[in-house]
């Protein structure tokens, strides 16, 4: 059984509290939903490069924005990495947001393989090490860690995946996530690809217990800005079996809380900015609009102006302006115009 040593220190408790707050205050303020979907695109770009800027990838975020939009034919593996990932992340995002991840060996294995395709041998992706591993001091090119032995790693990892679906109920969701975080590390179940299947896991952990902001924002990024600081905290040193038992996760946990309270508050501080722009704002008569359109598939300027008081010339501005918010598009000529929501509206 796995049970982790930990202290609730004032720190941890006040991180804790913070982060709920804002959380509580980002979940019950209403965005667009074209800011939120902008949102998500940014956070699951700077996510593949930060996760993967961290395992040593080289390219720059703007490289990576430009290969995520243009999804290259012939690519290196430095460009497969990032699309590896941020191809995982969105598949990961869709049952996330419908609470539909179950939390297994099965969906851990899953998200190795999404991320490993095409960067390890077939054999080797979406399944656990058969081969023991060493652990090199990135400066030094020196082995600084022995983990588990690979015969002990398929009960390490299910004692772990217990750990989590039984303190569900009992831990702070934070708690939880951090520490399954960092012995995921510690156990280091696959041969390559760790760090960043850790990491997707991690944030399922976090955003399947409803917490609706974290395809917002990339919690990847804060340990990315000081990477020896990460590997630092995360990370042991020495042989496993000589120090599993005297390992602490209390400092771990406390610069794990740190990162993601730095990361909501920038997504809530650009959020402020992004909405408090007359172009980007939804009025009440834009909702009417588009609700209309959600339920009958599509709205006429006749029907529109059944539903809101303004004239002519100001309903044609208001579907410009949802046009050009890409929200929705305008079908037909004439007296056969109609209004319909983008295909990729959520």
């Not at 080289?58 to 590896?84: A, G």
Request: hydrophobic content about 35%.
């Amino acid at each position: 059984m796995f049970l982790p040593q930990y202290t609730i220190t004032h720190r941890l408790l006040e991180n804790i509290k913070k982060i709920s707050i804002i959380i509580n205050n980002l979940n019950n303020t209403h965005f667009p939903d074209v800011i939120q979907v902008e949102f998500e695109k940014r956070a699951n770009s700077l996510s593949a490069h930060a996760s993967t800027s961290i395992e040593g990838n080289p390219l720059p975020l703007t490289e990576v924005r430009k290969i995520l939009k243009s999804h290259p034919r012939h690519i290196r593996d430095s460009e497969r990495e990032v699309l590896n990932y941020n191809n995982a992340l969105k598949k990961l995002n869709a049952p996330i947001k419908k609470r539909r991840v179950k939390f297994d060996l099965p969906f851990i294995l899953k998200l190795h393989k999404e991320i490993m395709e095409g960067l390890l041998d077939k054999f080797r992706c979406g399944k656990l090490r058969e081969e023991p591993v060493f652990v090199n001091d990135p400066r030094e090119g020196q082995p600084i860690y022995l983990p588990p032995d690979h015969g002990d790693v398929p009960k390490l990892v299910s004692e772990l995946i217990n750990f989590v679906d039984e303190g569900q109920d009992e831990l702070d969701a934070l708690i939880m996530a951090g520490i399954f975080h960092k012995q995921c590390v510690i156990i280091h179940p696959f041969i390559d690809g760790n760090g960043r299947t850790t990491r997707l896991a991690t944030k399922a952990i976090l955003a399947n217990m409803g917490l609706d902001t974290f395809n917002l924002f990339s919690f990847e990024n804060y340990y990315n800005r000081n990477v020896s600081q990460y590997f630092k905290k995360v990370g042991v040193t020495g042989n496993y079996y000589e120090i599993a038992n005297k390992m602490d996760f209390t400092e771990w946990l406390e610069y794990f809380s740190d990162g993601i309270i730095d990361e909501l508050l920038r997504v809530e501080k650009e959020l402020k900015v992004t909405t408090a722009t007359p172009e980007t704002t939804i009025k009440p008569y834009h909702a009417t609009m588009i609700d209309h359109i959600k339920s009958h598939g599509f709205i006429t300027d006749n029907e529109y102006s059944k539903l809101v008081n303004r004239a002519k010339a100001t309903r044609n501005l208001d579907f410009n302006k949802l046009i050009s918010m890409k929200l929705i598009e305008k079908t037909g000529k004439g007296k056969s115009t109609y209004y319909k929501l983008k295909r990729q509206y959520p």
